[in-house]
């Protein structure tokens, strides 16, 4: 994990993932949840999102099964003390 501070747009969309589990590392949240709290387009958001997974501060729950059209997030242990 970095200790380099969040942009306040990676910081932000963190936080309403963090609201949006009450801050609870087993509680999943579809993405078009934090997409309409963000209020921003979803390719931006996708990117976000990725940035976000990438630093290891959330991840996307596995098995999503066929013909889905969402994704389920979880903030982890380390977004959540980055918070």
Do not use: Q
């Amino acid at each position: 994990m970095s200790n380099e501070p969040l942009r306040e747009e990676l910081r932000n969309i963190l936080n309403i993932i963090a609201d949006l589990s009450k801050n609870n590392t087993e509680t999943d949240v579809y993405d078009h949840m934090i997409i309409s709290r963000a209020n921003r387009p979803p390719d931006e958001m996708n990117e976000l999102l990725k940035e976000l997974r990438l630093k290891g501060l959330i991840i996307e729950v596995f098995p999503r099964p066929s013909g889905i059209d969402f994704t389920l997030y979880r903030i982890t242990r380390e977004g959540l003390n980055r918070l």
